[in-house]
DNA sequence: TTTAATTTTCAGTATTTACTGAAAAATAAG
DNA sequence: CTTATTTTTCAGTAAATACTGAAAATTAAA
């Protein structure tokens, strides 16, 4: 059985998309918007909201929203392209940049939030004399201290120019 | 305006389940799971199926299953108290463990088939000669190439029996 | 055994989340 | 300005996900 190797690229390309999309949505992240980010990632020219909306076969409005907030979390960018009146989109390629920009919007969106909450909490227990209470504080606390510090740390890492980080911190847990 | 603080304690802990509900929902976590996890979590004694239903005001049927996806995580755990026929749950309260399990659960479930995604488009792609089908099998290499290094990363934290290693990192970051 | 208590399952339903398509708004060319 | 192109919005709808409640299965006491 030959292929195309055209149709081949294709195959695989529709696949990863499809598949990288399934995984998204297992963390909190829309279908539409791992696929078109996927899309994006394995392109090497930047593309419109039309061939967004043609090679994933979704409607206008999904494309625009998501590709909105794919330019939101910072992922991908508005390129101009000289004499085209459209607007076209590309990809951050770096695998260590998209990892940052991941770990900066997660952190600001969700564990910021989340520290808010044990904050309120703590505050609103410290008072309380009960075995209960006093329980609760602790356990809440010690949450909070651990979220702070893996804040930290991912800000620390996440600060970093490129991957090299990564390598050094492995071989020091050796 | 006085508060009894036995009602203040139940309000405080009431807030904190449902804020924690909310949040865990932005992750790929169901809320119901997120909500019986933090009762247990700030409960001091073990709780049974109804005292989850009746705290939480959900059905039987949602308790139950939501119990035992909790098992499965590794995140509570069953516990007999005898002359007691029904099944009691409590939660693991140190956090670290927490951290580690979910870790550990987290790869094994979604890091492990996506870097089977991956390694099959990569496999799948590796003959082709098109600039486009080079361009894919670069990017999605580097991508695997990432994943796995965070992955070992992650598993060396996570096998460390306490949270010392997160404040030793720290300091070797700054 | 039989019976009572408890847990599990799952069909049906409710809720939440995501998507479509068309109309409105914005933008830029003529 | 006027018109054509492109983007954005959003009401209505579809799809996915979560939940209920009751029946079936399991477990253990009598």
Redesign the interface.
Known sequence: MSTK??A??RA??D??IG??GA?G????INRTMAMIHSYL??S?EPRTTDQVMEELEISRGNANTNLRELVGWGLIRNVVIKGQRKDFYEAE?D??KI?CTVARERKR??TE??SQ?LAD?ID??KH??????K??NK??S??N??VQ??N??ME??ASKED?A???K??K???
Chains 1, 2 share one sequence.
Not at 25 to 28: E, K, N, P, R
Not at 128 to 133: C, D, G, K, N
């Open positions: 190797p055209e081949e690229l695989i390309q696949n990863f598949q990288w995984l949505s297992q963390w909190g990632l394995i090497t390629k695998v260590w990892f969106r969700e939030p989340a909450v909490c609103r227990s309380l004399t009960s075995p209960e209470a329980h609760l356990q809440l010690e949450l201290d651990f510090l893996a930290k740390l620390k890492i991957s980080i990564a390598q911190l492995l020091l847990l050796s």
